[in-house]
Nanobody, 118 residues
Framework: QVQLVESGGGLVQPGGSLRLSCAAS????????MGWYRQAPGKQRELVAT?????STNYADSVKGRFTISRAKNTVYLQMDSLKPQDTAVYYC??????????????WGQGTQVTVSS
């Protein structure tokens, strides 16, 4: 059973920083790519950043230069700096190409709330 467990969300003032973590657990052989998505109230879920097992990264234009994604084996991090109120959303961890003995599948975390407000 593969699980993605997120942590690090919370309330922060504009201009502040937060660091999100997501750890994948289970009998995992490998994970092709991990990333973060977010969903604000009334909006569709959108990509924030992804990172492959080779270290290639991809960012949404809205977070470039402010957010940094990194990865240590089966854990992915999102360092968020210079936060803005429009970054307020539920942030979801995603893992693609998760290889176990039984299958190769994608998984989502349960989501963690990030609120940027004064």
């Amino acid at each position: 059973q593969v699980q993605l467990v997120e942590s690090g969300g919370g309330l922060v003032q504009p201009g502040g920083s937060l660091r999100l973590s997501c750890a994948a657990s289970g009998s995992i052989f490998s994970i092709n790519a991990m990333g973060w998505y977010r969903q604000a109230p009334g909006k569709q879920r959108e990509l924030v950043a992804t990172i492959t097992n080779g270290g290639s990264t991809n960012y949404a234009d809205s977070v470039k230069g402010r957010f940094t994604i990194s990865r240590a084996k089966n854990t992915v991090y999102l360092q968020m700096d210079s936060l803005k109120p429009q970054d307020t959303a539920v942030y979801y961890c995603n893992a693609q190409g998760v290889a176990t003995m039984a299958s190769v599948l994608g998984y989502w975390g349960q989501g963690t709330q990030v609120t940027v407000s004064s």
